[in-house]
């Protein structure tokens, strides 16, 4: 069983920057395909960046391209999510997530679905 816990989240004004961490219980660099989802109140969960491989290969939401960046540190068996330039639209609770298989991934990561396994969340908060 793989325990995801996020932190990291916070409050922030428009054009700010937030770190967040995902510790993983288990984790092995090639075998686990992790991202991170966002979802505001009364919205759905959606995908914002994924990465398998170590980070060798990263996926991303078209909204956050070139400002958010995932990565993975083996060592200390932690996903990260750098977001950078914050939009008052991306407040919400940001998620972990993970699952040992999948087919297609660079065509189905940004699918809540595919995920076995789900941290709490963390929120974040972007005041204009």
């Known amino acids: 069983q793989v325990q995801l816990q996020e932190s990291g989240g916070g409050s922030v004004q428009a054009g700010g920057s937030l770190r967040l961490s995902c510790a993983a219980s288990i984790f092995t660099a090639t075998n686990y395909y992790m991202a991170w989802f966002s979802q505001a109140p009364g919205k759905e969960r959606e995908g914002v960046a994924a990465?398998?491989?170590?980070?060798?290969?990263?996926y991303y939401a078209d909204s956050v391209k070139g400002r958010f960046t995932i990565s993975q540190d083996n060592a200390k068996s932690t996903l990260y999510l750098q977001m950078n330039s914050l939009k008052p639209e991306e407040t919400a609770m940001y998620y972990c997530?993970?699952?040992?298989?999948?087919?297609?991934?660079?065509?189905?990561?940004?699918?809540?679905?595919?995920?076995?396994?789900w941290g709490q969340g963390t929120k974040v908060t972007v005041s204009s």
């Open positions: 990465l398998f491989r170590g980070g060798y290969f990263t």
């Open positions: 997530a993970a699952t040992a298989d999948c087919v297609g991934f660079a065509s189905t990561w940004s699918g809540a679905g595919i995920y076995n396994y």
